[in-house]
């Protein structure tokens, strides 16, 4: 072989080696910094629920699926049904997030019947079941450690005026705020968009509820996935209402999945929380756009992806 050649030929294989040296330590660069990133707590406090995580855990019931949560970074849950379980289960959840060191999301404070027995009826009999749901539910709170119990008022009562029927509301509600105060429990308003006939729409309509019950314990659920369908503006909406926000929610328009699936910037609402200064729990109640395991993984990044703000 002729001097040169040999020469060239040694200089592209040590540039190749090179080369793929680079990407070889790029790719192992890479694998651990996602290896370091997986179980590292998220910038904010969101909190998946019951069956989000089930394929990942084998299946498993919601213990496990709490332990896996926390693996993953996650330091909140939260449980609409908690009020529906036994109170042996309610006490192995709280104590399960008291040894993680875990906080207790939303539970709802439902009466039953899809929220027809409205409080805007100003009809005693809807008033009282809903007072005697508002103390069972102290004892459900006790067990699992929770600080916030969502509460919707139910639907119109479209034979009164809506001034007649705010005044019911504020009523009632201040009957349950009464209940909880002591004990420190909030429960907390959720104007929501699942059908025009429900009586709480807008978080505007919320805040005005709340500043007239004047209390501690009554405040307000943004959930952005419903504002984000009945009014949208959602963070002027937001800081307008800043003083009565209590707790937070996720979903993404339409389809109501993760962020990432839809047309909100949840990159840069999770910021301007983060620059608020909130520190309470970003409740992931949303569905998972994919399936089994991949879906959830896939639904893990997306959080990762929004969550890199900072």
């Known amino acids: 072989m002729e001097r040169r050649k040999f020469l060239q030929n040694g200089t592209l294989a040590g540039i190749s080696a090179l080369a793929l040296g680079g990407i070889s330590n790029a790719a192992q660069a890479a694998s651990a910094n996602n290896a370091s990133v997986a179980g590292k707590p998220f910038n904010m406090n969101y909190g998946p629920h019951d069956g989000m995580f089930k394929n990942s855990a084998n299946g498993g019931n919601f213990l496990d699926q709490i332990k896996y ?23 192995k959840i709280g104590e399960l997030l008291n040894k993680l060191g875990m906080t207790m999301g939303v539970f709802v404070v439902d ?96 805040f005005e509820i709340c500043k007239a019950v004047k209390s501690p314990s009554c405040k307000i659920l943004y959930d952005i996935y419903h504002m984000q369908r009945n009014t949208g503006n959602l963070i002027p909406v937001m800081d307008w209402c800043w003083d009565e926000i209590a707790y937070i929610q996720i979903g993404d328009n339409p389809g109501r999945k993760e962020p990432g ?17 909130y520190k309470g729990v970003l409740g992931m109640e949303h569905g998972i756009a994919g399936k089994g395991k991949e879906g ?8 990762r992806e929004a969550d890199s703000f900072i």
């Open 69 to 91: 949560m926390y693996d993953q970074g996650f330091r909140s849950i939260e449980d609409n049904g908690m009020l529906g379980r036994s109170p042996e289960e309610q006490s």
């Open 111 to 206: 009466t039953g019947n899809n929220w027809k027995p409205s409080l805007a009826t100003g009809k005693q009999e809807f008033k009282e079941a809903f007072i005697k749901t508002c103390k069972a539910s102290l004892e459900t709170a006790k067990r699992c450690n929770a600080k916030w119990a969502t509460v919707v008022p139910g639907y119109f009562e479209r034979t009164l005026p809506i001034g007649v029927q705010t005044a019911h509301v504020i009523d009632a509600l201040r009957s349950g705020a009464e209940i909880f105060e002591p004990h420190g429990l909030i429960m907390v308003l959720e104007p929501l968009s699942d059908n025009p006939d429900l009586f709480l729409r807008t978080a505007e309509q919320s």
């Open 261 to 277: 699936t839809g047309e909100i910037n949840y990159k840069n609402i999770f910021k301007h929380l983060h620059n608020k200064g």
């Open 296 to 303: 959830e993984d896939a639904l893990i990044k997306a959080y």
